[in-house]
Protein backbone atom coordinates (compact mmCIF):
# COMPACT_ATOMS: atom_id res chain seq x y z
CA UNK A 1 0.00 0.00 0.00
CA UNK A 2 0.76 3.61 -0.33
CA UNK A 3 1.19 4.37 3.79
CA UNK A 4 1.04 2.78 7.08
CA UNK A 5 -2.22 1.30 7.39
CA UNK A 6 -3.76 -0.34 10.77
CA UNK A 7 -6.45 -2.60 11.47
CA UNK A 8 -8.93 -2.25 12.94
CA UNK A 9 -9.92 1.57 13.21
CA UNK A 10 -11.83 1.55 16.56
CA UNK A 11 -11.88 -1.30 18.93
CA UNK A 12 -14.05 -1.85 21.66
CA UNK A 13 -13.83 -4.49 24.06
CA UNK A 14 -14.52 -4.94 27.98
CA UNK A 15 -12.37 -4.91 30.79
CA UNK A 16 -10.42 -7.82 31.15
CA UNK A 17 -10.37 -9.34 27.55
CA UNK A 18 -7.47 -9.92 25.23
CA UNK A 19 -7.31 -7.51 22.32
CA UNK A 20 -4.65 -7.10 19.34
CA UNK A 21 -3.92 -4.58 17.02
CA UNK A 22 -2.35 -4.89 13.44
CA UNK A 23 0.00 -2.47 11.64
CA UNK A 24 1.16 -2.91 7.89
CA UNK A 25 3.90 -0.37 7.46
CA UNK A 26 5.34 0.86 4.36
CA UNK A 27 6.77 -2.06 1.98
CA UNK A 28 10.73 -2.20 2.71
CA UNK A 29 10.79 -0.47 5.39
CA UNK A 30 13.03 -1.98 8.03
CA UNK A 31 12.21 0.04 11.36
CA UNK A 32 8.78 -0.04 12.84
CA UNK A 33 7.31 2.01 15.71
CA UNK A 34 4.32 2.02 18.31
CA UNK A 35 3.16 5.07 20.34
CA UNK A 36 0.31 5.69 22.17
CA UNK A 37 -1.66 8.99 22.74
CA UNK A 38 -3.98 9.24 25.45
CA UNK A 39 -6.90 11.85 25.22
CA UNK A 40 -5.42 15.62 25.18
CA UNK A 41 -1.82 14.07 25.53
CA UNK A 42 1.07 13.12 22.64
CA UNK A 43 2.02 9.98 21.23
CA UNK A 44 4.02 8.55 23.98
CA UNK A 45 7.10 6.02 22.83
CA UNK A 46 5.76 2.03 23.16
CA UNK A 47 8.56 -0.21 21.26
CA UNK A 48 10.57 0.13 18.02
CA UNK A 49 11.52 -2.65 16.03
CA UNK A 50 14.37 -3.33 13.48
CA UNK A 51 13.58 -5.89 11.59
CA UNK A 52 11.89 -8.95 13.28
CA UNK A 53 13.54 -7.83 16.64
CA UNK A 54 12.39 -5.11 18.98
CA UNK A 55 15.64 -3.11 19.47
CA UNK A 56 13.76 -1.02 22.17
CA UNK A 57 10.96 -1.93 24.48
CA UNK A 58 11.53 0.66 27.06
CA UNK A 59 7.86 2.01 26.74
CA UNK A 60 6.01 -0.67 27.13
CA UNK A 61 3.76 0.19 30.69
CA UNK A 62 3.70 -3.55 32.09
CA UNK A 63 4.02 -6.83 30.96
CA UNK A 64 0.02 -7.27 29.90
CA UNK A 65 1.46 -5.14 26.57
CA UNK A 66 3.92 -7.79 24.34
CA UNK A 67 4.38 -6.56 20.36
CA UNK A 68 5.38 -9.08 17.56
CA UNK A 69 7.08 -8.44 14.16
CA UNK A 70 7.71 -11.97 13.16
CA UNK A 71 8.36 -11.60 9.16
CA UNK A 72 9.45 -7.96 9.71
CA UNK A 73 6.84 -6.06 8.18
CA UNK A 74 3.35 -6.70 10.17
CA UNK A 75 3.54 -6.04 13.33
CA UNK A 76 0.73 -7.01 16.43
CA UNK A 77 0.54 -4.99 19.37
CA UNK A 78 -1.49 -7.86 21.61
CA UNK A 79 -2.91 -6.46 25.19
CA UNK A 80 -3.98 -8.56 28.00
CA UNK A 81 -6.63 -8.01 30.61
CA UNK A 82 -7.14 -4.93 29.35
CA UNK A 83 -8.05 -1.99 31.72
CA UNK A 84 -9.92 0.96 31.06
CA UNK A 85 -6.26 3.29 31.49
CA UNK A 86 -5.81 1.22 28.23
CA UNK A 87 -7.76 3.56 26.46
CA UNK A 88 -6.31 5.89 23.92
CA UNK A 89 -5.27 5.71 19.98
CA UNK A 90 -2.70 3.60 19.43
CA UNK A 91 -0.19 4.17 16.25
CA UNK A 92 2.05 2.57 14.16
CA UNK A 93 5.14 4.26 12.30
CA UNK A 94 7.51 2.70 10.27
CA UNK A 95 10.61 3.96 8.27
CA UNK A 96 12.72 3.05 5.81
CA UNK A 97 15.81 2.45 8.40
CA UNK A 98 16.20 3.73 12.06
CA UNK A 99 17.62 6.86 10.50
CA UNK A 100 14.73 7.80 8.14
CA UNK A 101 11.63 10.33 8.69
CA UNK A 102 8.89 7.99 10.55
CA UNK A 103 5.34 7.72 8.51
CA UNK A 104 2.40 6.91 11.00
CA UNK A 105 -0.63 5.53 10.50
CA UNK A 106 -4.12 7.07 11.04
CA UNK A 107 -3.72 4.30 14.43
CA UNK A 108 -6.19 2.04 16.13
CA UNK A 109 -8.74 4.15 19.20
CA UNK A 110 -9.06 1.58 21.74
CA UNK A 111 -11.78 1.65 24.39
CA UNK A 112 -11.94 -0.65 27.13
CA UNK A 113 -15.46 -0.28 28.84
CA UNK B 1 13.87 12.54 31.56
CA UNK B 2 13.33 13.84 28.20
CA UNK B 3 10.91 16.46 27.91
CA UNK B 4 8.97 18.53 25.28
CA UNK B 5 6.76 21.39 26.47
CA UNK B 6 3.78 23.01 24.23
CA UNK B 7 1.31 25.93 24.69
CA UNK B 8 -2.03 24.48 24.32
CA UNK B 9 -3.90 26.08 22.28
CA UNK B 10 -3.16 29.05 19.50
CA UNK B 11 -6.14 30.97 18.03
CA UNK B 12 -5.39 33.26 14.93
CA UNK B 13 -7.08 34.72 11.92
CA UNK B 14 -7.06 33.69 8.18
CA UNK B 15 -3.87 35.41 6.33
CA UNK B 16 -2.07 36.58 10.03
CA UNK B 17 1.11 34.14 10.85
CA UNK B 18 1.14 31.62 13.54
CA UNK B 19 3.77 31.02 15.74
CA UNK B 20 3.97 27.95 17.68
CA UNK B 21 6.40 27.12 20.67
CA UNK B 22 8.26 24.11 21.84
CA UNK B 23 10.56 23.69 24.64
CA UNK B 24 12.56 20.65 25.36
CA UNK B 25 15.33 19.61 28.20
CA UNK B 26 17.34 16.90 25.88
CA UNK B 27 20.48 18.76 25.34
CA UNK B 28 21.60 15.52 23.24
CA UNK B 29 18.64 16.23 20.42
CA UNK B 30 20.06 15.25 17.22
CA UNK B 31 16.46 15.87 15.39
CA UNK B 32 13.72 18.24 16.03
CA UNK B 33 10.38 17.89 14.34
CA UNK B 34 6.97 19.39 13.75
CA UNK B 35 3.87 17.17 13.26
CA UNK B 36 0.50 18.30 11.80
CA UNK B 37 -2.42 16.02 13.41
CA UNK B 38 -5.66 16.79 11.65
CA UNK B 39 -9.21 15.05 13.46
CA UNK B 40 -9.38 10.93 12.57
CA UNK B 41 -6.36 11.40 10.23
CA UNK B 42 -2.61 10.01 11.23
CA UNK B 43 0.49 12.57 12.34
CA UNK B 44 1.99 14.17 9.11
CA UNK B 45 5.67 14.95 8.90
CA UNK B 46 5.76 19.07 8.06
CA UNK B 47 9.20 19.87 8.48
CA UNK B 48 12.16 18.73 10.68
CA UNK B 49 15.51 20.79 11.77
CA UNK B 50 18.71 19.58 12.74
CA UNK B 51 20.30 20.46 15.60
CA UNK B 52 23.30 21.90 14.41
CA UNK B 53 21.04 24.58 12.50
CA UNK B 54 19.63 27.54 13.83
CA UNK B 55 17.01 28.16 10.76
CA UNK B 56 14.79 26.48 8.18
CA UNK B 57 12.78 27.91 6.20
CA UNK B 58 10.32 25.89 3.58
CA UNK B 59 7.53 27.82 1.84
CA UNK B 60 5.42 28.88 4.33
CA UNK B 61 6.90 27.37 7.00
CA UNK B 62 9.98 29.17 9.21
CA UNK B 63 11.37 26.71 12.00
CA UNK B 64 13.94 28.76 14.64
CA UNK B 65 15.64 26.46 16.81
CA UNK B 66 17.85 28.25 20.07
CA UNK B 67 19.80 25.61 20.90
CA UNK B 68 20.99 27.26 24.33
CA UNK B 69 17.89 27.84 25.48
CA UNK B 70 16.25 24.71 23.99
CA UNK B 71 13.59 26.41 22.33
CA UNK B 72 11.88 25.51 18.63
CA UNK B 73 9.60 27.60 16.72
CA UNK B 74 7.10 27.18 13.72
CA UNK B 75 6.19 29.70 12.17
CA UNK B 76 3.52 29.38 9.45
CA UNK B 77 3.00 32.64 7.13
CA UNK B 78 -0.59 33.51 5.50
CA UNK B 79 -2.10 31.35 7.71
CA UNK B 80 -5.06 29.09 6.21
CA UNK B 81 -8.36 27.90 7.54
CA UNK B 82 -6.87 24.31 6.19
CA UNK B 83 -4.17 24.85 9.08
CA UNK B 84 -6.56 24.44 11.51
CA UNK B 85 -4.82 21.53 13.45
CA UNK B 86 -2.89 19.95 16.14
CA UNK B 87 0.47 20.62 16.37
CA UNK B 88 3.06 18.67 17.55
CA UNK B 89 6.71 19.40 18.27
CA UNK B 90 9.36 16.81 18.83
CA UNK B 91 12.65 15.70 19.75
CA UNK B 92 15.34 12.19 18.79
CA UNK B 93 18.06 12.73 21.41
CA UNK B 94 20.77 10.19 21.44
CA UNK B 95 19.74 8.02 24.10
CA UNK B 96 16.40 7.03 22.38
CA UNK B 97 17.94 5.85 19.41
CA UNK B 98 15.38 6.74 16.99
CA UNK B 99 12.18 7.13 19.06
CA UNK B 100 10.31 10.52 19.20
CA UNK B 101 9.68 12.20 22.33
CA UNK B 102 6.08 14.42 21.86
CA UNK B 103 4.65 17.32 23.79
CA UNK B 104 1.07 17.34 24.45
CA UNK B 105 0.21 19.68 21.39
CA UNK B 106 -1.05 22.93 20.01
CA UNK B 107 -4.40 23.42 18.80
CA UNK B 108 -3.94 25.79 16.34
CA UNK B 109 -7.42 27.39 15.29
CA UNK B 110 -7.55 29.59 11.94
CA UNK B 111 -10.99 32.01 11.63
CA UNK B 112 -11.82 33.54 8.62
Known amino acids: GAGVSQTPSNKVTEKGKYVELRCDPI?????LYWYRQSLGQGPEFLIY????????DSGLPNDRFFAVRPEGSVSTLKIQRTERGDSAVYLC???????????FGPGTRLTVL | GEDVEQSLFLSVREGDSSVINCTYT??????LYWYKQEPGAGLQLLTY?????DMKQDQRLTVLLNKKDKHLSLRIADTQTGDSAIYFC????????????FGKGTMLLVSP
Open chain 1, 93 to 103: ASSLTDNNEQF
Open chain 1, 27 to 31: SGHTA
Open chain 1, 49 to 56: FQGTGAAD
Open chain 2, 26 to 31: DSSSTY
Open chain 2, 49 to 53: IFSNM
Open chain 2, 90 to 101: AERGLSGYSTLT
